[in-house]
Nanobody, 128 residues
């Protein structure tokens, strides 16, 4: 059974940094394309960053390029989202998501409807 469990959400000051974690179970970490999405109150869930299966190339939406990094650590079965220079429009619930086998960031991200399994989310707040 595929499961994703996020953690790491917190209150952080503008300009600060935060690292989110997504522990995966039910599949080998490098065998599936994994992404982070976020959803702010009153807004649609949007893709943030994507990590391809295999070699692990990445994609980021323009609003987070240069600020967010997505990585994986197979030994810990964990995908990380390192966020820096956090801005007032970054607060949201952040969700880890896995696409079906064979999907890539190029053909699937940031399409929500193609996601196979979602995590429960972790909350990020940016405030003084």
């Amino acid at each position: 059974q595929v499961q994703l469990v996020e953690s790491g959400g917190d209150l952080v000051k503008p300009g600060g940094s935060l690292r989110l974690s997504c522990v995966v179970n039910g599949f080998r970490l490098d065998s599936r394309t994994i992404a982070w999405f976020r959803q702010a109150p009153g807004k649609e869930r949007e893709g943030v960053s994507c990590l391809n299966s295999g070699y692990g190339s990445t994609r980021h939406v323009d609003s987070v390029k240069g600020r967010f990094t997505i990585t994986r650590f197979s030994a810990e079965k964990t995908v990380y989202l390192q966020m820096s220079k956090l801005k007032p429009d970054d607060p949201a619930f952040y969700y880890c998501a896995v696409y079906p086998g064979g999907k890539t960031c190029d053909d699937s991200f940031p399409r929500r409807e193609l996601v196979e399994v979602w995590g429960q989310g972790t909350r990020v707040t940016v405030s003084w």
